[in-house]
């Protein structure tokens, strides 16, 4: 669809009504950036509308209607619309300004996707799975150690639309880094992508290493002295949360992949050397998650054997104390049977011989476990 078509497709769908409602929206709720830590959320969709022309910030209009009419008439610049947790009533405007396919919208309202790029005619859908590291005094049984978000990011050839769920992944900040680089920022709303990607990476990566933590923490105490006590509950805890971890890093690989070789209209060439940059972390992150999901594994292995090790030393304990026991318990059973005519029954040194006997056997069979490690 051409500029002017678009345009005309804006200002018919502002008169029928479809549109009205997000410049209401937009006019009557303030704009917050419920992404940046230092603001707080007025319960409203819209996080923030921000226009650029070759990379400098430049006024937004009345609404969000008039400010993408202003860019598009200006024909070099882009609008980068921000939303957290929209609903499909306050999404469906912004879609049928934007022209984005229907089924990208549902995706991006109802979350829980998969990391993914797809492409609908000249616009871009990415998917990017956000992690945080849950701080935590002492890692148990049932301690969260990784939270996750999504954002989704719509780029075409002059808008950017991200769609956030949790509360975590800060963009705020990230707006803020790259209206300090203007030079990055004038190259379109593929920098924005990219800068997303790369700070959703980054975040891989800190999460990793500090999961890392987690884990030598649960390595020292299985190999301490008392390991076969430690708990197993926080070994399988740390395998579900990374599982989790995994979800999210793993599947971005083949999308970053395709920003970084394939050609796309949307994406500058001079761009895509940035996007490798993002693959090299990505499979950094991955290579990492793989190498603690077998480490854990091995971990496990080590509790698990200590923990068969310690039942044998228990076993062969229990072993030497019943053979100690079965010698007076014999001796006792034999003499205790009332039989008139017995070995020794009526000498009067027959108790004392029969003790000593019980003490001397006795006495030998401690000396041996103890000197085989028995007792």
């Known amino acids: 669809m051409s500029m002017a078509g678009n345009l005309r497709k804006v200002t018919g769908l502002s008169k029928v009504g479809g549109l009205r409602r997000v410049a209401r929206l937009t006019r009557r709720r303030a704009r917050v950036d419920l992404s940046h830590p230092a603001r707080s ?9 921000v226009a650029y022309e070759e990379g400098s910030r430049v006024p937004a209009g009345r609404d969000l209607v008039e400010t993408v009419q202003r860019i598009r008439k200006a024909d070099g610049g882009f609008v980068w619309l921000g939303l957290h947790e929209p609903t499909e009533v306050e999404f469906a405007g912004i879609a049928e300004l934007f022209d984005l396919h229907p089924l990208a919208v549902e995706d991006a309202v109802d979350a829980h996707q998969r990391p993914k790029l797809e492409r609908y005619g ?22 969260e150690v990784v939270n996750t978000g999504e ?3 719509f780029v075409g050839q002059d808008f950017v639309v991200t769609v956030r769920h949790g509360r975590h992944g800060s963009l705020g900040p990230l707006r803020e880094e790259l209206e300090a680089r203007p030079e990055q920022l004038a190259k379109g709303p593929a920098a924005v992508l990219h800068a997303i990607a790369d700070h959703v990476v980054d975040d891989y990566l800190n999460v990793t290493d500090s999961v890392q933590e987690d884990i030598d923490q649960v390595e020292t105490d299985v190999f301490a002295a008392n390991g076969a006590r430690a708990d197993p509950g926080r070994i399988y805890q740390l395998k579900r949360e990374l599982l989790e971890l995994k979800r999210a890093v793993v599947p971005l690989g083949r999308p970053i992949m395709d920003l970084a070789t394939r050609p796309i209209r949307v994406i500058d060439p001079e761009i895509q050397a940035y996007f490798r940059d993002v693959s090299d972390h990505q499979l950094r992150a991955a290579e990492q998650i793989a190498a603690f999901d077998e480490l854990l594994n ?7 054997a ?6 044998n030393e228990d076993m062969r304990k229990i072993t030497a104390w019943a053979a100690l026991i079965a010698v007076p318990t014999m001796v006792c059973g034999v003499y205790g049977m009332n039989f008139d005519y017995m070995p020794e029954l009526h000498w009067k040194f027959g108790y004392g011989m029969a003790v000593g006997v019980i003490a001397i056997v006795c006495s030998t069979l401690y000396r041996g476990f103890k000197r085989n490690g028995w007792l």
């Open 122 to 143: 000249d616009t871009l859908f990415a998917v990017f799975k956000t992690v945080c590291y849950v701080e935590h005094t002492e890692l148990t049984a049932t301690s």
């Open 41 to 49: 959320p007025l319960g409203t969709a819209v996080v923030n509308c």
């Open 306 to 311: 200590q923990v068969s090790v310690a039942q």
């Open 151 to 153: 954002i989704m990011v």
């Open 298 to 304: 091995s971990i496990l292995q080590a509790h698990l």
